[in-house]
């Protein structure tokens, strides 16, 4: 498939080409470039002009860059900008308006990527659907994955994040959403705003670029959900907010079992199910969250719910697997990975989950427990020391058995939790590694969980690696 033609993107960016040439994608990094690939030198860790020659190597159709790195001959394919970020953003702005796809934005203070993977699946069913790849939801993410989006595709899902104010609406703006969702609002980024009614307004603000006949997708049942409401309303949008005591899209129970959790709701006058496998409470919202926007967009929703059960956590989401210690005696513990990240209401989820699993069959004379290692929480601002604290008096830590604790946040949880609960506090993760035999017993069920940079994820990988089952 041809995405981009050299005069095409010339035109977009207004820059110079300096041969014609076709490209079949856009790439960022070399690693991962594909021969036809528009390559894009951003300037973030390092400048991606020092890397021209390779990607040309590799068979990139063309290259972007504000100037002809030494070494690059006189005539490879390139295009030459004033700015290539700014030239990327145009690049992105004209792919979304030459597209005919239906727009969803996502964003929220957590489930978003999650929602984006559900809303793919679900939409898969109804047209072709390009959504944005892994969490490219910021300033260079959101167009890289606007100016990948196939003209032709039905559906497109644009996740929008933020790291600071005022970075939501322009990304909005640029993405002109059909429909946009936002998941939910709670404590993340607080070192960049002053409570949590400042995250709200921050997110509210995807309502901005919405056009046309519109929809506005949020939660009911918040705090802050009168603010999203007012910000829907301003929109001019319609208004579809989701939650157990919300009118048009409302969740009716939730069932959470050790192979899936079932989600039963109600659109309109349907009622409708939705079985997740190998998930917990926190993705029946989100899954409620995708119903509404199958309403939004006129869809058949039995058909869309039906959708939904295809998908599963992903690794680090909260996938759910079952480690075999003794394949003779059938021995095993149960690993939870939701080493991703890592926001208080994020953990509070993933410890409902843990204590919603059935214990396993343990043996000699240690009973199964469940066991959560958590690493720090980042981002928080200046209350993180009282919102890791705030962990331990969670109605949920009373069914749990103990905690190990990874990083220096997550000191202030570990001495405000009771001595009978107080596991190992590490000031990193790489001090626990070695322990890792030791922390488990048959019929445990571990839960791993911490902001992408505690590295609590090279505990799921120890923890992996004890599986005995025969290969």
């Known amino acids: ?27 960022i990094d070399t690693r991962s470039l594909q021969p036809g690939d528009l390559f894009i030198a951003l300037k973030a860790a390092r400048d991606g002009h020092e890397f021209v020659t390779q990607a040309l190597e590799k068979g ?24 290539v ?13 030459r597209a005919r796809a239906k727009v969803i934005a996502v964003t929220g203070s957590a489930g978003k990527t999650s929602t984006k993977e559900m809303l793919r699946e679900m939409l898969a069913d109804f047209g072709r659907t390009h959504a944005a790849e892994a969490s490219f939801n910021n300033h260079w993410g959101v167009p890289i994955t606007l100016a990948r989006l196939d003209p032709d595709a039905d559906f497109a899902v644009i996740e929008i994040g933020m790291n600071h104010p005022g970075e939501i609406a322009p990304l909005a703006k640029m993405a002109r959403p059909h429909v946009a969702l936002i998941t939910t609002i709670a404590p993340a980024h607080l070192e960049a705003f002053d409570d949590i009614d400042g995250i ?40 579809l907010p989701f939650g157990a005591h919300a009118e048009q ?10 192979a ?23 993705f029946g919202m989100n899954a409620l969250a995708c119903l509404a926007v199958a309403e939004a967009l006129g869809l058949d929703l039995p058909r869309a719910a039906l959708g939904l059960g295809r998908w599963q956590p992903p690794a680090g989401r909260g996938q759910r697997q079952r480690i075999t210690l003794d394949p003779v005696e059938d021995l095993s513990f149960t690993l939870i990975d939701d080493a991703f990240n890592a926001n208080p209401a994020s953990l509070e989820a993933a410890l409902r989950m843990l204590v ?23 981002e928080l601002g200046p209350q993180e020391h009282a919102l890791h604290a705030a962990i331990a008096d969670l109605p949920v830590m009373a069914e749990i058995d103990l905690v190990h604790c990874v990083g220096p946040r997550m000191a202030a949880l570990h001495e405000r939790l009771p001595a009978r609960k107080r596991g190992k506090h590490v000031a990193q993760v790489d001090e626990l590694l070695e322990h890792s035999k030791n922390l488990v017993s048959p019929g445990d069920i571990i839960l791993v969980k911490g902001s992408k940079s505690s590295f609590v994820s090279r505990m799921v990988e120890r923890l992996r690696a004890l599986d005995a089952t025969p290969r």
Not at 63 to 71: C, D, F, I, K, Q
């Open 249 to 258: 899209v409302r969740l009716h129970d939730m069932t959470q079992t050790d």
């Open 200 to 239: 709200a307004h921050e997110k509210a603000s995807i309502f901005s670029g919405l056009e046309g006949n519109a929809h506005a997708v949020y939660p009911a049942d918040l705090p802050t959900s009168p603010i999203l409401d007012a910000a829907a309303k301003a929109s001019g949008a319609s208004c």
């Open 356 to 378: 919603g699993l059935t214990l396993g069959q343990g043996a000699g004379s240690r009973p199964p427990r469940r066991i959560a290692i958590l690493g720090d929480m980042l």
């Open 60 to 83: 990139a159709a063309a290259a972007l860059v504000s100037y002809r790195p030494p070494g690059v001959a006189a005539d490879a394919p390139l295009l030459i900008v004033a700015d």
């Open 85 to 97: 970020m700014e030239a990327l953003a145009a690049l992105g702005a004209a792919g979304r308006a």
């Open 1 to 27: 498939m041809t995405l981009w033609t050299a005069s095409d993107a010339a035109r977009a960016t207004g820059g110079q080409v300096t041969c014609d040439w076709v490209a079949q994608g856009i790439s």
């Open 260 to 282: 899936a959790l079932v989600m039963r709701a109600q659109v309109g006058q349907l009622r409708l199910a939705v079985r997740l496998a190998n998930s917990g409470a926190h």
